[in-house]
């Protein structure tokens, strides 16, 4: 996990509140990623970042938001939008695209009641 | 479009044997494959890829993985087993010039004492 810090680990929230996971990074590395990771399922992507002020819709983005103001950071917002938010989120990042492997956080664990 | 498939929901292996989990794959172009474990309520490790050449990809913790492109297969193995390799692994693949990383559903090894 070394280098990319997601706080909290744990996350409670009330149905129909927004909240937002943090995701930072100090390996300078350019791309970022959010993932969402449910039993049974994978890891399927949600935003990614190739650059800062830059992010593009992964296969799930509905119901989330995303920033990148900064080159080591890049924060997931749960809208209240998106109807079925309790899973494990994963933020990940890269030197680039192409052959390079991705980091991953530790993760942090989303339940909305 | 990029796919992975890992028949194996759960793999049990004793201490000491061999061990293989497997992973195939389609994509239209050359593919970079990748292995990942995950512990519990951790994040993923980076455990080895391939890119070109040799079919035989060595990586971390005694693990190595088999390129074969006419069974597109990318099968992770190791010679012997050990019970701190009890965990969830994730193979996954990105087809050269795109940008996701499309990974599969995973799957459990349980190696016995």
């Known amino acids: 996990d070394g280098g990319i810090t997601q706080s909290p680990k744990y996350l409670f929230r009330k149905e129909g509140q927004n909240v937002t996971l943090s995701c930072e990074q100090n390996?300078?590395?350019?791309?970022m990623y959010w993932y969402r990771q449910d039993p049974g399922q994978g890891l399927r992507l949600i935003y990614y970042?190739?650059?800062?002020?830059?992010?593009q819709k992964g296969d799930i983005a509905e119901g989330y938001s995303v920033s990148r103001e900064k080159k080591e950071s890049f924060p997931l917002t749960v809208t209240s939008a998106q109807k079925n938010p309790t899973a494990f989120y994963l933020c990940a990042s890269s030197i680039g695209q192409g052959a390079n492997e991705q980091y991953f956080g530790p993760g942090t664990r989303l339940t909305v009641t | 479009a990029q796919s992975v498939a890992q028949p194996e929901d759960q793999v049990n292996v004793a201490e000491g044997n061999p061990l293989t989990v497997k992973c195939t794959y389609s994509?239209?172009?050359?593919?970079?494959l990748f292995w990942y474990v995950q512990y519990p309520n951790r994040g993923l490790q980076f455990l080895l890829k391939y890119i070109t050449g040799d079919n035989l990809v060595k990586g971390s913790y005694g693990f190595e993985a088999e390129f074969n492109k006419s069974q597109t297969s990318f099968h992770l193995k190791k010679p012997s087993a050990l019970v701190s390799d009890s965990a969830l692994y994730f193979c996954?693949?990105?087809?050269?010039?795109?940008?996701?990383?499309?990974f599969g559903t995973g799957t459990r090894l349980l190696v016995s004492p």
């Open positions: 970042s190739q650059i800062v002020n830059d992010f």
């Open positions: 996954a693949v990105r087809a050269s010039g795109f940008q996701k990383l499309v």
């Open positions: 994509v239209s172009g050359n593919p970079y």
């Open positions: 390996l300078n590395h350019d791309a």
